[in-house]
């Protein structure tokens, strides 16, 4: 069996597989209080959602709902002697996105980041792939840096409405979607993609 957990933006959500066939899932939109309600979501899976393996969102997204879903993927990892895997948010937006027959075959996944600034990564359908690394831009930098159709997260409608050449999808990521991912984007190390520098420097 396979737990994957996503909390990297305003959702709580958790699937449960066995293989590649999706058993159970919960998953609401919930804005806050990803810590409170995570460990019941999955205790309210078949078998308190007890798995072989776990599949946990990296980020980039929420600084406190990726730290919530990691801390519990390498508990319930330690405790169930599971491996744990990560996935990243924008890769897993744009598989889904591509999982639609109509889907063009590249496009450009931007969220917002703060500070002004967007997450934006491009990839190709066939072969899913990375076109670019992820990259923190600022509109008019995202602008110019993306050539695709089709932007899809919750800061696609700002560049479409700035560009004429994009069209726009507010996804957002989904565990019950992680096994549409190939599996070279299902093994990163289970650690945080926060996709900027810190604001907070230490002191020399």
């Known amino acids: 069996m396979i737990l994957a957990i996503d909390t990297a933006t305003e959702a709580c959500s958790v699937a449960l597989f066995n293989g590649a066939g999706l058993v159970a899932e919960r998953h609401e939109v919930i804005g806050r209080g990803h ?64 999982s639609d027959a109509n889907a063009p075959d590249r496009l450009a996944v931007t969220i917002a980041g703060g500070h002004g ?31 695709e159709p089709l932007l ?21 990521p989904r565990a019950a979607s992680t096994m549409l991912l190939p599996q070279a984007f299902r093994a990163l190390a289970p650690s945080p993609l926060y996709g900027r520098a810190p604001d907070a420097k230490p002191p020399r």
């Open 35 to 98: 810590a409170e309600k995570l460990v019941p979501m999955i205790a309210d899976l078949p078998d308190n959602g007890r798995a072989d393996s776990i599949l946990v969102d990296c980020g980039p997204g929420s600084f406190t709902g990726l730290r919530v879903g990691l801390a519990t993927a390498r508990a319930l990892g330690l405790g169930w002697q599971a491996e744990v895997h990560g996935f990243s948010s924008l890769a897993l937006m744009a598989a889904t996105a591509f």
């Open 117 to 147: 600034e967007m997450f934006v990564q491009r990839f190709t359908k066939t072969p899913f792939a990375e076109i670019a690394p992820l990259a923190s831009l600022t509109p008019d930098a995202a602008i110019a840096e993306i050539e």
């Open 152 to 172: 899809i997260g919750n800061a696609a409608a700002e560049i479409a409405a700035l560009s004429t050449i994009c069209e726009a999808r507010d996804i957002s």
